[in-house]
Nanobody, 124 residues
Framework: QVLLVESGGGSVQAGGSLRLSCAAS??????????KAWFRQAPGKEREFVAA????????DQADSVKGRFTISRDNARNTLYLQMNSLKPGDTAIYYC???????????????WGQGTQVTVSS
């Protein structure tokens, strides 16, 4: 049993910053999720990829829309994934979801563990 829970969302002004966290809990919280990622879904739009990270953190990828502004990281000892979001824009407003998978492969699909999401709202 593994539960992923996001936290750290909220409402900020454009140009502000937020740090999201995703903690794994339950009897299998230490499961070796090789790949972890963040996705987001804005009102009326499809869910989109934001960023992903490998087990060691040596390899990361970010969507072009957030590159240079968002940084993904993880602390395996704490079973926690992070997303540091700087220079936020109104277009970043969305529900942010963390995702994880044991398998290696593409960063953009194949995730079978998901959190419930945390709301991020950026006002102009």
């Amino acid at each position: 049993q593994v539960l992923l829970v996001e936290s750290g969302g909220g409402s900020v002004q454009a140009g502000g910053s937020l740090r999201l966290s995703c903690a794994a809990s339950g009897r299998s919280a230490s499961t070796n999720f090789y790949t972890k990622a963040w996705f987001r879904q804005a009102p009326g739009k499809e869910r989109e990829f934001v960023a992903a990270i490998s087990w060691s953190g040596a390899y990361t990828d970010q969507a072009d829309s957030v590159k240079g502004r968002f940084t993904i990281s993880r602390d395996n000892a704490r079973n926690t994934l992070y997303l540091q979001m700087n220079s936020l824009k109104p277009g970043d407003t969305a529900i942010y979801y963390c995702a994880a998978k044991i398998e290696t492969g593409t960063y953009y699909s194949g995730y079978n563990y998901w959190g419930q999401g945390t709301q991020v709202t950026v006002s102009s």
